[in-house]
């Protein structure tokens, strides 16, 4: 947000965060684990006691880093299914429709087969199709096709129908990559606490 409102030449945009800079282990994707337990990276929220857990509770991590919970993630891609949006307008979020969000979807990402009807080409984020080379996943994918879904037809991210599909991720070059690494506004820059 912060990097399409400085595209207004004419406004001064702040970006407040709590936490660390980026440049840390986090840049690592498989340092992915060392952050969940590192305190210094997110905000520790414990859930309440879960009756369907018997009674356990569990945490909650949020990222308290430059870049918010993007910054921590697992960098998988998914826009979520077609029929959630339809079903949150039909409860009264107006606007939030797919065919209302599909537009700003498509303008955060440059996908790498390049843009479509559900898919854009030109946005800060780069999204690619995941690819899994091990024997396990495969066998998963076999047993869904025999069961009858379709494999790698049907975009998942688009108007998607139960199938099945690799998993989409960011294209990140080998390191993390979240909100502040993709479109942070030009001059961000971190400031220490005071
Ligand atoms: C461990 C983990 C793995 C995830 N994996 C994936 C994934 O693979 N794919 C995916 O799509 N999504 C994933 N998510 C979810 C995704 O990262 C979040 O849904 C998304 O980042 C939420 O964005 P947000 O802007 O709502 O909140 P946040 O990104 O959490 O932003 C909130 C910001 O506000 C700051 N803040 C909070 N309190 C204060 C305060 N008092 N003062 C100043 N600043 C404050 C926080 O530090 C943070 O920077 C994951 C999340 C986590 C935690």
Aim: proline letters at 6%; glycine letters at 12%.
């Amino acid at each position: 947000m912060g990097n399409r409102l400085s595209e207004d030449k004419n406004a001064r945009v702040l970006l407040l965060e709590a936490g660390l800079s980026t440049k840390s282990v986090i840049q690592i994707p498989s340092g992915f684990y060392d952050v969940l337990f590192n305190s210094a990276l997110h905000w520790r929220y414990e859930g309440e006691p879960e009756p369907q857990l018997n009674g356990r509770w569990m945490w909650q991590q949020r990222g308290k880093v430059l870049g918010g919970s993007s910054s921590i993630n697992a960098i998988a891609y998914v826009r979520a299914h077609a029929l959630d949006y339809e079903n949150w307008a039909a409860m009264g979020a107006e606007g939030w429709c797919y065919a209302e969000v599909l537009p700003y979807f498509k303008k955060c990402e440059t996908y790498e087969g390049g843009g479509d009807t559900y898919r854009g080409d030109a946005g800060p984020l780069g999204v690619q199709r995941g690819s899994n080379h091990s024997p396990l996943f495969k066998a998963f994918i076999q047993a869904g096709v025999q069961a009858g879904l379709l494999y790698g037809v049907i975009d998942l991210d688009g108007i998607s129908a139960i199938s099945l599909s690799a998993g989409g991720s960011i294209e990140s070059d080998h390191l993390q990559y979240g909100a502040i690494t993709a479109s942070s506004p030009p001059s961000t820059a971190p400031h220490p606490p005071p």
